[in-house]
């Protein structure tokens, strides 16, 4: 592994980790911000990363230790090889060039992960199958959640809840007088942006109540009624995709950020973690 990061093999590195944990392209795409079809050709070898942005988004997405993230961003093996250790033989842990790349690292990408200029190009890159398949924990946010509602098939996320996931779902008040601000913003006809809700709503409900009984409580779902600012979608308490609202802008027109959880209390996850609580406190069980 560490000839394949110092010589900056990508192809090779996908290849080791895929042979130790049989992941599949598309789950380590989600891991490291690429789709199925960037991984397949980085594999391949029609595709040769070089750009140190993407190999730090590799890097942080793989979670690779200090020694790794330098041999590959200075790709010299040298850096991976025995600690450094004092006169009187104590073990430096972490060596000083070491700690500094790392320092470097976190304060220049923090730990958003990636950027898309759209909603229709976050969700053409990063599917939804991809991001909740395997979810055991997903909390939104939001107007209408199309992301879960409408791109997410209503049988998959009954499967989800019976193999144990919890979801807690928090939809803007198809009533109230936040949505009909947003749909005043974005130049609609009074009542579009309300129906679409109420339309995800019933069908989230209707996937609720046909549960078990006993198991009905893992889909959690409430309203609330406050200025849109952004739609929030928190997974197993690691992955964060956080949509922003922009004036006169449909919300597909929107940026969106894919943020991975790095520290536990500093970063932007957190931030939006404590923005979801905040909201899911005052929200209306439904």
Same mark, same amino acid.
Not at 143 to 148: A, F, M, Q, V
């Given at each position: 592994?560490?000839? =394949?990061?110092?010589?900056?093999?990508?192809? #090779?590195?996908?290849?080791?980790?895929?042979?130790?944990?049989?992941?599949?392209?598309?789950? !380590?795409?989600?891991?490291?911000?690429?789709?199925? =079809? #960037?991984?397949?050709?980085?594999?391949?070898?029609?595709?040769?990363?070089?750009?140190?942005?993407?190999?730090?988004?590799?890097?942080?997405?793989?979670?690779?230790?200090?020694?790794?993230?330098?041999?590959?961003?200075? @790709?010299?093996?040298? %850096? $991976?090889?025995?600690?450094?250790?004092?006169?009187?033989?104590?073990?430096?842990?972490?060596?000083? =060039?070491?700690?500094?790349?790392?320092?470097? /690292?976190?304060?220049?990408?923090?730990?958003?992960?990636?950027?898309?200029?759209?909603?229709?190009?976050?969700?053409?890159?990063?599917?939804? %199958?991809?991001?909740?398949?395997?979810?055991?924990?997903?909390?939104?946010?939001?107007?209408?959640?199309?992301?879960?509602? #409408?791109?997410? *098939?209503?049988?998959? !996320?009954?499967?989800?809840?019976?193999?144990?996931?919890?979801?807690?779902?928090?939809? !803007?008040?198809?009533?109230? *007088?936040?949505?009909?601000?947003?749909?005043?913003?974005?130049?609609?006809?009074? $009542?579009?942006? $309300?129906? /679409? +809700? +109420?339309?995800?709503?019933?069908?989230?409900?209707?996937?609720?109540?046909?549960?078990?009984?006993?198991?009905?409580?893992?889909?959690?779902?409430?309203?609330?009624? #406050?200025?849109?600012?952004?739609?929030?979608?928190?997974?197993?308490?690691?992955?964060?995709?956080?949509?922003?609202?922009?004036?006169?802008?449909? $919300?597909?027109?929107?940026?969106?950020?894919?943020?991975?959880?790095?520290?536990?209390? =500093? @970063?932007?996850? %957190?931030?939006?973690?404590?923005?979801?609580?905040?909201?899911?406190? @005052? @929200?209306?069980?439904?």
């Amino acid at each position: 592994m560490l000839d =394949a990061l110092a010589a900056r093999d990508i192809a #090779q590195v996908f290849r080791l980790i895929q042979r130790e944990t049989r992941v599949s392209q598309t789950h !380590l795409g989600v891991a490291i911000g690429l789709s199925q =079809a #960037q991984v397949s050709e980085i594999i391949g070898g029609s595709r040769r990363v070089s750009s140190i942005d993407v190999l730090t988004r590799i890097s942080s997405g793989l979670c690779m230790p200090t020694d790794a993230r330098v041999v590959l961003m200075l @790709g010299d093996r040298s %850096h $991976g090889t025995a600690p450094t250790t004092t006169s009187s033989g104590d073990v430096i842990a972490t060596p000083y =060039a070491q700690t500094l790349a790392e320092d470097a /690292l976190t304060e220049r990408y923090a730990d958003v992960e990636a950027v898309y200029p759209s909603r229709s190009e976050f969700t053409s890159k990063m599917p939804p %199958h991809a991001l909740f398949d395997c979810a055991t924990d997903i909390r939104a946010v939001g107007l209408s959640l199309n992301l879960i509602c #409408q791109q997410y *098939a209503d049988s998959r !996320l009954a499967q989800l809840a019976q193999d144990g996931a919890r979801l807690r779902l928090l939809f !803007l008040d198809p009533a109230g *007088a936040a949505i009909r601000q947003r749909e005043i913003e974005e130049g609609m006809t009074a $009542g579009t942006l $309300g129906a /679409l +809700t +109420t339309l995800n709503l019933q069908g989230i409900l209707r996937v609720r109540d046909r549960l078990p009984a006993d198991i009905r409580d893992r889909i959690e779902v409430a309203t609330y009624d #406050q200025t849109i600012r952004v739609n929030i979608t928190l997974i197993n308490d690691s992955l964060c995709v956080a949509q922003q609202y922009l004036p006169h802008a449909r $919300g597909v027109e929107s940026p969106t950020m894919v943020i991975k959880k790095r520290w536990p209390a =500093a @970063g932007l996850y %957190h931030v939006f973690e404590r923005t979801f609580d905040e909201l899911w406190s @005052g @929200g209306q069980p439904r």
